[in-house]
């Protein structure tokens, strides 16, 4: 089976463009805070700390933005966490929990009482992050309330938009862009690493009642999701996870240019989330193929060894000529 260019980058570079529509562009810009500078330190540090328990990786390569811009990347990931942890760690949750922390996390004055809102309501102000892509967000999160399969790679790629692309799309407000030809390229890479993401996981999504490989792909490799409840990690099983992460890997190589787009001192940070990310793909080969039994990583050591190389890239990294085509 080989990989085909497909129309999903069409569709979803499209969605991109419309979150963009009726929102004004314009630089980030400090307001004064300082009524509620204590509010708002206790707000990021709570999203500091919620980052650095739950994703090793975003901190490390968050570290490197500068103050304002770290924080504000922290809080976009609180946002995120919690809306996703709506869906994975809260006993029946519904469209009506999702709708009200929606409400919260939109609302230019959150209750002071929750910290992620907080500092969220602040850096959505600061750096003018456009609404349409928190309500993206959140509405690609509620999918894991009613849909635990996927076809084809096309729903799955549109999935991973909603739950990754957006974050990327808001994270370009915070880190500064040079205009709408890095849209395509933001849209690829949050669908790389949350391909990443579900190779990666995929024992504990199995766990979790979801399956987010393409189901018409599991069958052309004579694989079935009895396969997968096994824990198989045969030729046929190897076979199929090294198109996926062919495939994944192509679609990192075609994003990872526009990071060139970006403000010169926020391309490090993103390059090393992508370029670590793109590591767990080596880990799982390294591995033979076994996602079933272990958690695919790099260790401390390992990021740490590869960051030279990634900071030298990011150095060297030049703007495309052209924006990238479905």
């Given at each position: 089976?080989?990989?085909?260019?497909?129309?999903?980058?069409?569709?979803?570079?499209?969605?991109?463009?419309?979150g963009?529509?009726?929102?004004?562009?314009?630089?980030?810009?400090?307001?004064?805070?300082?009524?509620?500078?204590?509010?708002?330190?206790?707000?990021?540090?709570?999203?500091?700390?919620?980052?650095?328990?739950h994703?090793?990786?975003?901190?490390?390569?968050?570290?490197?933005?500068?103050?304002?811009?770290?924080?504000?990347?922290?809080a976009?990931?609180?946002?995120?966490?919690?809306?996703?942890?709506?869906?994975?760690?809260?006993?029946?949750?519904?469209?009506?929990?999702?709708?009200?922390?929606?409400?919260?996390?939109?609302?230019?004055?959150?209750?002071?009482?929750?910290?992620?809102?907080?500092?969220?309501?602040?850096?959505?102000?600061?750096?003018?992050?456009?609404?349409?892509?928190?309500?993206?967000?959140?509405?690609?999160?509620s999918?894991?309330?009613?849909?635990?399969?996927?076809?084809?790679?096309?729903?799955?790629?549109?999935?991973?938009?909603?739950?990754?692309s957006?974050?990327?799309?808001?994270?370009?407000?915070?880190?500064?862009?040079?205009?709408?030809?890095?849209?395509?390229?933001?849209?690829?890479?949050?669908?790389?690493?949350q391909?990443?993401?579900?190779?990666?996981?995929?024992?504990?999504?199995?766990?979790?009642?979801?399956?987010?490989?393409p189901?018409?792909?599991?069958?052309?490799?004579?694989?079935?999701e009895?396969?997968?409840?096994?824990?198989?990690?045969?030729?046929?099983?190897?076979?199929?996870?090294?198109?996926?992460?062919?495939?994944?890997?192509?679609?990192?190589?075609?994003?990872?240019?526009?990071?060139?787009?970006?403000?010169?001192?926020?391309?490090?940070?993103?390059?090393?989330?992508?370029?670590?990310?793109?590591?767990?793909?080596?880990?799982?080969?390294?591995?033979?193929?076994?996602?079933?039994?272990?958690?695919?990583?790099?260790?401390?050591?390992e990021?740490?060894?590869?960051?030279?190389?990634?900071?030298?890239?990011?150095?060297?990294?030049?703007?495309?000529n052209?924006e990238?085509?479905?």
């Open positions: 089976m080989s990989y085909q260019n497909p129309s999903w980058e069409r569709t979803l570079i499209m969605r991109a463009h419309e963009l529509q009726g929102h004004k562009e314009s630089a980030p810009v400090e307001r004064r805070r300082d009524g509620d500078s204590g509010l708002l330190s206790w707000a990021y540090r709570a999203c500091d700390q919620l980052t650095r328990y994703s090793r990786t975003f901190y490390m390569a968050s570290a490197f933005l500068p103050k304002s811009k770290r924080e504000a990347v922290r976009l990931y609180g946002f995120c966490r919690v809306t996703d942890n709506l869906v994975d760690e809260k006993d029946g949750a519904t469209r009506l929990d999702l709708a009200r922390w929606r409400e919260m996390a939109l609302s230019d004055s959150p209750a002071s009482d929750d910290p992620i809102a907080v500092a969220w309501a602040d850096t959505r102000d600061r750096f003018r992050i456009p609404a349409a892509y928190a309500v993206q967000l959140i509405e690609g999160v999918q894991d309330l009613e849909v635990t399969r996927y076809d084809d790679f096309d729903a799955l790629a549109a999935y991973c938009y909603g739950v990754a957006t974050v990327g799309l808001m994270a370009m407000h915070i880190i500064g862009f040079s205009g709408p030809e890095a849209i395509p390229y933001a849209v690829k890479l949050g669908v790389a690493l391909l990443t993401n579900i190779l990666r996981d995929v024992a504990e999504d199995w766990r979790m009642g979801r399956l987010y490989l189901l018409n792909e599991l069958r052309i490799f004579g694989l079935d009895d396969d997968v409840a096994a824990g198989r990690a045969d030729a046929r099983w190897q076979t199929f996870l090294g198109f996926q992460i062919e495939r994944n890997r192509r679609i990192y190589r075609e994003a990872i240019p526009g990071i060139a787009m970006l403000h010169a001192d926020g391309r490090f940070a993103i390059m090393a989330a992508a370029e670590l990310y793109r590591g767990i793909l080596d880990d799982i080969e390294d591995h033979e193929g076994d996602v079933h039994t272990r958690r695919a990583h790099l260790t401390g050591r990021k740490l060894a590869r960051l030279p190389g990634i900071w030298w890239r990011s150095r060297r990294l030049r703007a495309p052209a990238p085509t479905g």
